[in-house]
């Protein structure tokens, strides 16, 4: 997907197995270095919402030297939220269910492209979403690897021997200008930013606190946002402080001893730098295959994302009509100006909230005087006939 999102926004095959590179690199070094200090089972990981960012922005630019400008900013911006925790307060303090809603509709494009690929690929994209279906329901956790193995050998079939050819397979490290295009800035930059902040980030804080581990968020910040910038002249987007691995290796799990669960992060290091070698093959790999099937191997990997988002977005109310329209404008794609939909959504999602704030402020006070069986959820829903 990393290399699918890199493709997406002008990155060469080289320029895309690079950028795979420098993250594995990036996060390798965090989760060993980290760890290893601290003894806290600290763990990072690229933005999983950030490359499925890029996927979904891949008409904002074709100049990759533009996306790289992008990436920095937002390693800028992870930076700044270090050393200065107000800016921190106001990406987090985002509602809830904008955020969700623009992380779905960045979300529901891809997870469309298994459907898509069914038609246009079926002697790929048909045995891909069986084997899904089948491991889902009796071992969940290959279900995903079981897709992209069926999905590996079926374009090997359709690229054919020479599926290496004219690829190096061990990557390499390609230094990457950045030209800094406010647009792309704007479109790719600043929700980059917000959904590794919203959905990386704070949700990492939180897993850590729940089992126990307090971590200080200025070294956090501070090393992953040092971290982005020099993997981002490299190719890469984003790292982050991990949430779901970092449930895995913060846990019991790891060892019924909290204080040696450390060692499992630095091991997860060591794996992530041979992971990296890899990535020169993953490139030649994603390159020969038809466009339809990446995407829909993505989409079946963040099927769990989008459900996930969704039920954030809905979840309170008064702010359902809000979520919904940031998710439409932000998965209709639309871009002005040369401005992605993603920035589009939140601004929209924002400014109904603001609109619909008065509305919700007069329900609320005279909720005395109303039940709740006849009290609408929503101004905009009361005239609505009951779904169910």
């Known amino acids: 997907m990393v290399i699918a999102g890199l493709s997406a926004v002008g990155a060469s095959d080289a320029q895309a197995a690079s950028g795979l590179f420098a993250l594995c690199l990036a996060v390798g070094l965090c989760c060993i270095v980290v760890p290893w200090l601290s003894k806290v089972p600290i763990s990072f990981a690229w933005s999983t919402p950030g490359a499925a960012l890029l996927l979904a922005a891949g008409a904002t630019t074709g100049n990759f030297a533009a996306a790289v400008g992008a990436?920095?900013?937002?390693?800028?911006?992870?930076?700044?939220?270090?050393?200065?925790?107000?800016?921190?307060?106001?990406?987090?303090?985002?509602?809830?269910?904008?955020?969700?809603?623009?992380?779905?509709?960045?979300?529901?494009?891809?997870?469309?492209?298994?459907?898509?690929?069914?038609?246009?690929?079926?002697?790929?994209?048909?045995?891909?979403?069986?084997?899904?279906?089948?491991?889902?329901?009796?071992?969940?956790?290959?279900?995903?690897?079981?897709?992209?193995?069926?999905?590996?050998?079926?374009?090997?079939?359709?690229?054919?021997?020479?599926?290496?050819?004219?690829?190096?397979?061990?990557?390499?490290?390609?230094?990457?200008?950045?030209?800094f295009e406010p647009a792309v800035i704007v479109s790719l930059g600043l929700p980059l930013f917000i959904v590794t902040m919203a959905g990386q980030n704070v949700p990492g804080f939180a897993v850590m606190s729940t089992f126990g581990y307090t971590?200080?968020?200025?070294?956090?910040?501070?090393?992953?946002?040092?971290?982005?910038?020099?993997?981002?002249?490299?190719?890469?987007?984003?790292?982050?402080?991990?949430?779901?691995?970092?449930?895995?290796?913060?846990?019991?799990?790891?060892?019924?001893?909290?204080?040696?669960?450390?060692?499992?992060?630095?091991?997860?290091?060591?794996?992530?730098?041979?992971?990296?070698?890899?990535?020169?093959?993953?490139?030649?790999?994603?390159?020969?295959?038809?466009p339809v099937i990446i995407l829909a191997v993505a989409g079946l990997a963040l099927l769990g994302a989008l459900a996930s988002s969704v039920a954030g977005a809905l979840e309170e109310p008064e702010h359902r009509v809000s979520a919904i329209a940031t998710f439409l404008v932000t998965a209709s794609g639309v871009s002005i100006v040369g401005i992605g939909s993603a920035f589009w959504g939140l601004l929209v999602g924002g400014l109904f909230l603001l609109w619909l704030a008065p509305a919700r402020r007069q329900r609320a006070a005279s909720a005395p005087e109303t039940t709740s069986e006849t009290a609408p959820e929503d101004p905009a829903l009361a005239a609505q006939p009951d779904a169910s």
Request: proline letters at 9%; a positive charge; aromatic letters at 6%.
């Open 215 to 290: 971590v200080a968020p200025r070294p956090v910040l501070l090393t992953t946002g040092l971290a982005s910038a020099g993997g981002a002249l490299f190719g890469g987007h984003v790292i982050n402080l991990a949430a779901i691995t970092a449930a895995l290796m913060a846990s019991p799990e790891a060892h019924p001893d909290r204080s040696k669960r450390w060692v499992a992060t630095v091991s997860s290091g060591f794996v992530y730098l041979a992971l990296g070698v890899g990535a020169g093959a993953a490139a030649a790999l994603v390159a020969a295959a038809p």
């Open 71 to 179: 990436f920095l900013v937002c390693a800028a911006l992870i930076v700044l939220c270090g050393l200065w925790p107000a800016l921190g307060r106001v990406i987090t303090g985002i509602p809830k269910p904008i955020a969700g809603a623009m992380l779905a509709g960045i979300l529901f494009p891809i997870c469309v492209a298994p459907v898509t690929a069914t038609i246009e690929q079926p002697l790929v994209a048909v045995p891909m979403i069986l084997v899904w279906l089948l491991l889902a329901r009796l071992a969940p956790r290959w279900a995903v690897p079981g897709a992209m193995l069926v999905a590996a050998i079926g374009i090997a079939v359709i690229a054919g021997p020479g599926v290496f050819a004219g690829h190096g397979v061990l990557p390499r490290l390609e230094f990457v200008a950045p030209v």
